[in-house]
């Protein structure tokens, strides 16, 4: 789940709390509106910062940094592939599926991390602009 499908509840929470803090509707509906301008702005940032960070990886110069992404892409596609195909047509699905809960949490953790801080900050930065416009 991204930050943006977390938004409406963290701000259904700090509403309860303005609600006791100002009770004037104008004046609370008026700072839940800019809490949520700079919550999407903090995330728009951290997108746009990751987005360097891969663009710097592109163009490296090491073959490795700049294919990290296809590489990890390929790597998944193969791995559900073999779990959701090739091993069942083989017979191997239950080992298959029992080597894999067989993994440490912390690495299915790294990974999980990993791919869904880059999936996160592809979607920041396209959904970003079309909800607060451009910067300017």
Same mark, same amino acid.
């Given at each position: 789940?991204?930050?943006? +499908?977390?938004?409406?509840?963290?701000?259904?929470?700090?509403?309860? /709390?303005?609600?006791?803090?100002?009770?004037?509707? @104008?004046?609370?509906?008026?700072?839940?509106?800019?809490?949520?301008?700079?919550? /999407?702005?903090?995330?728009?940032?951290?997108?746009?910062? !990751? +987005?360097?960070? !891969?663009?710097?990886?592109? @163009?490296?110069?090491?073959?490795?940094?700049?294919?990290?992404?296809? /590489?990890?892409?390929?790597?998944?596609?193969?791995? /559900?592939?073999? &779990?959701?195909? &090739?091993?069942?047509?083989?017979?191997?699905?239950?080992?298959?599926?029992?080597?894999?809960? @067989?993994?440490?949490?912390?690495?299915?953790?790294?990974?999980?991390?990993?791919? @869904?801080?880059? !999936?996160?900050?592809?979607? &920041?930065?396209?959904? &970003?602009?079309?909800?607060?416009?451009?910067?300017?």
């Amino acid at each position: 789940m991204g930050f943006l +499908a977390l938004l409406p509840a963290l701000l259904g929470a700090l509403g309860l /709390i303005l609600q006791k803090v100002l009770p004037d509707e @104008g004046q609370r509906l008026q700072v839940q509106l800019e809490l949520q301008k700079a919550l /999407i702005e903090q995330q728009d940032d951290l997108g746009r910062a !990751m +987005a360097e960070v !891969m663009k710097a990886d592109a @163009g490296s110069e090491s073959p490795l940094a700049r294919n990290a992404r296809p /590489i990890t892409v390929l790597w998944a596609l193969a791995m /559900i592939t073999w &779990v959701g195909v &090739v091993a069942p047509m083989l017979g191997l699905q239950v080992e298959v599926v029992a080597a894999l809960k @067989g993994v440490p949490a912390e690495l299915w953790s790294l990974l999980t991390v990993g791919i @869904g801080a880059y !999936m996160l900050a592809r979607s &920041v930065d396209k959904i &970003v602009p079309q909800v607060i416009g451009p910067k300017g």
